[in-house]
């Protein structure tokens, strides 16, 4: 009788202990991946947009759009206000540049973040 005293309040110690090291674990793995989300879905909406922006009957004001579209529409909208569109050298030949800039917070609920650039770069089409 008096061992299962003694051990009375042991599986609450237990789990605050479990916890303490688990609930970091998790939420370092949840940031990880919203920035790698954001990072991939920046990654692809520049290289969209400097493939629209290196078409002939098109400019770089249109690959700034498109890139800013597809970003708000499949992350938002704030990671989408410094994108940037150059006209650059591809491989030596005249081509389009789109970098796009932005901070991904923690838990994407505030605080601290993480500094992203992402770059897309086309060919542009001969006239």
């Known amino acids: 009788m008096r061992s299962a005293r003694s051990e009375r309040g042991a599986a ?3 789990i605050v202990l479990v916890l303490v090291v688990l609930v ?6 949840l940031q990880v991946g919203l920035v790698m989300f954001v990072r991939n879905t920046m990654a692809s ?5 400097a493939r ?22 499949a992350v938002s909208g704030r990671f989408a206000r410094d994108v940037e569109v ?3 050298k591809v491989d030596g030949a005249p ?16 605080g601290p973040g993480v500094e992203l650039e992402v770059t897309g770069h086309a060919v542009e089409e001969a006239p």
């Not at 078409?55 to 529409?73: F, K, M, W, Y």
Request: charged share 20%; aromatic share 2%.
């Open 86 to 88: 150059r006209q650059v």
């Open 12 to 14: 609450i110690v237990d």
């Open 45 to 49: 909406a520049a290289a969209e947009g």
């Open 95 to 110: 081509g389009i540049e789109v970098v796009v800039r932005a901070t991904v917070p923690a838990l994407g609920i505030g």
């Open 24 to 29: 970091p674990l998790f939420l370092g793995i």
């Open 52 to 73: 629209l922006a290196a078409t002939s009957d098109r400019g770089p004001a249109d690959g700034a759009a498109l890139t800013r579209e597809q970003i708000a529409g």
